[in-house]
């Protein structure tokens, strides 16, 4: 295989013609003779660049409204041809094709019509189909063709023509080639995943993930292990989407942490007032409604000051002033809300380890989504948990009722257990949670650390009985027995919130009427693993 090849051809035919003047200005100043169709050779041309349709060079002219026009072997020979084989050699001789050696493409924006909302047969004609034969054809030839996908790289190949006198060598050639299969399997995995949801098949025989880096990181949730975070072209607002104001690089841990706050505080519509949670580990360790961003923060911190040390913060509203002064007081990792105003970026800025991301937005929590997640040989897909509920999908079954103020806080408390992994319960009081128990093997033992961190806290605030005395508790799923109502009763409830559905529900409602607290049923569950 050739390690140096040389560039005297090339064909530009780019959707997205951001650079594209300045490439091939650069690439005319080193002799490489131009090819282009429609748009790009029309705007080389109106630069002044000497530029040969590709029409010229087929014979056929550009037809079925740009459907066809580079769908010929006088292209598709000119990148497969294996330039040292005498049978490609004289084939290309007996039927006049000239050898292209460069190929730089750039696909119709399949994703950036879909995500605009358009309709069927708008997303079916930015479907690319030249576009990626011609890569494929390109990248297969590597060992003489460099293929360019990206605009990101011009500026690296314009450096190795340099480095190497007109020529690239197959290193880098081969990494062209990687990156533009990667690309035509990520263009194709968006046009069949539209096209599932679009016809309604919710499990397709075949399902296809990709990606675009975003960024390489220092390592994954552990040092040893390498990692990378990638989007996934949805543009779902979230941290992928952030702006980055201050700050050490995110790692890994801090992405998928941050991830999970931002998920939650966007279930609180900044409409009904400022939210806060602070997440550790991916779960909430405080979550909060308040007056103010200020007084949110303050109540969220307030339910397990230990665990959102070193925590990420997640705000519903643009970060101010004095909520930023205050976050300031403790070690925190990654801060990320709407926006910021320049007072709280002021502030910030004398944490230099300290990471805002702004995202000018809320992710929609009712938005439909795929979560994936690998397991040996396979890949478990479903649809992201978007089950909310309200007032009236509750059936009380208790022979007291919640007053108005415990159906807040229970709709409040079940909407954080939504987002706390599995076995979940939390408890809630006034607008912010008072006590979390997240990812125990047992129910009763989730509700038990929960009502003990709850003690715990009531004693760092000087307070005299347990946060929990008279709070809600959510759980995510149903009480299988009655101790773990007993445990919440015992630690001070007054109202519970749960799916129901327990073969033993029964005795579950009969322990909360010889409490005499209330107990509504949601009739949906919340698994989170």
Known sequence: MTDLAPLRRALLSVSDKTGLLDLARALHERGVELLSTGGSAAELRAAGLPVRDVADLTGFPEMMDGRVKTLHPAVHGGLLALRDNPAHQQAMTDHGIAPIDLLVVNLYPFEATVAKGADYDTCIENIDIGGPAMIRAAAKNHAFVSVVVDVQDYAALLAELDAHDGQTTLAFRQGLAQTAYARTAAYDAAVSTWMAAAIGQPSPRRRAVAGTLAQTLRYGENPHQSAAFYLDGTGRIGVATATQHQG????????????????????????????????????????????????????????????????????????????????????????????????????????????????????????????????????????????????????????????????????????????????????????????VGAGQMSRVDSTRIAARKAVDMAQTLGLTEPLTKGAVVASDAFFPFADGVLTAIEAGAVALIQPGGSMRDEDVIAAADAAGIAMVFTGMRHFRH
């Not at 009236?392 to 229970?410: N, S």
């Open 248 to 435: 050490k690089e995110l790692s890994y841990n801090n992405i998928n942490d941050t991830d999970a706050a931002f998920e939650l505080v966007a279930e609180f519509d900044p409409a009904d007032g400022p939210a806060c949670v602070i997440v550790k580990h991916a779960n909430p360790c405080g979550v909060a409604r308040g007056k103010t961003l200020l007084d949110a923060y303050k109540a969220a911190y307030d339910c397990d000051r230990t665990s959102a040390f070193g925590g990420i913060v997640a705000l519903n509203m643009p970060l101010d002033e004095a909520t930023a002064q205050e976050i300031v007081g403790i070690f925190t990792e990654v801060v990320i809300a709407p926006g910021a105003s320049a007072a709280a970026k002021a502030v910030f800025a004398a944490k230099k380890n300290l990471r805002l991301l702004t995202t000018d937005g809320l992710p929609d929590p009712k938005s439909p989504a795929l979560t994936v997640r690998q397991v040996s040989g396979g890949l478990l897909v479903q649809d992201k948990d978007n089950g909310h509920i309200d007032r009236t999908d509750l059936k009380v079954v208790t022979k007291v009722a919640p007053t108005e103020a415990q159906m807040d806080d229970l709709l409040f408390a079940w909407t954080v257990a939504k987002h706390v992994k599995s076995n979940a319960i939390v408890y809630a009081k006034d607008g912010a949670t008072v006590g």
